[in-house]
């Protein structure tokens, strides 16, 4: 891996970068989905898409994968809400160089990647660690991007959102935890940014949450 590369990128040791991780079917269908990307020693990267999910079937399937750079909530939000947001403005996929699962068109960087099952934690059933083994590392953006508390916050929302969704039926307490962990992101963001895209990623949040909390 070029270690240096990703260094600069933010893949540092011990943290965890959210992206957008596009992979291939079986059946040669595209799909995208926000995913962390962990970085362990010497630079390796390792991905936990939960069992259940598209990313995990398809990566089992095809075995490759592309990590899709971009602080952009919004695409957080559509590739996480593909069903419940299907009328509204959608990502485009388009062909990668050295894989045959698509990449996400205008993100600020791509790392394509080949993806082999690595079960590193044999007590956590729910998912399985994946190794990922960079083929190509593209800066398509190296434009500075300014740190923002809004877009921050509005990707958190997004990732509560989520586990609403997947635990509305089995844990009320924590639904109700992350509820009111949302309510307050949106209270921080209409106070510091409340015309911005990230109030309106939040909006969009909030909107959708009685299919799970009614
Ligand atoms: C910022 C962010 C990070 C996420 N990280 C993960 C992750 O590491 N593993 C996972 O399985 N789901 C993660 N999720 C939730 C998935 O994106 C979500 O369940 C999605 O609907 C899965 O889509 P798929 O079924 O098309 O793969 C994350 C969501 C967000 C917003």
Redesign the pocket.
Known sequence: MNSEQLERMGFVEGDVV?SI?T?LSSDQEF???????WVHPDHQLI????E?????S?IQDVGEAVINITHDPHV??V????EELSSSPQFEFESAITVKAPRLAGMSGYLEVTVEPKLVEEDTPR?RELLCTLQHIEIASPFPVVLSRARCAA??C??H???V??FHTIDEATTQRLVHRIDDLRTLVNRIAAKSPAAEVIQKVIEMLPRWTK
Do not use: C, D, H, S
Request: hydrophobic content about 45%.
């Open positions: 959210e991780i992979t799909n995208a989905a926000p995913m962390g990307v991905i936990r898409p939960y259940g999910t598209q990313t995990a398809n957080f939000l590739t996480a809400f593909k998912y990707i958190e997004v990732i959102a989520t586990r969704r997947a």
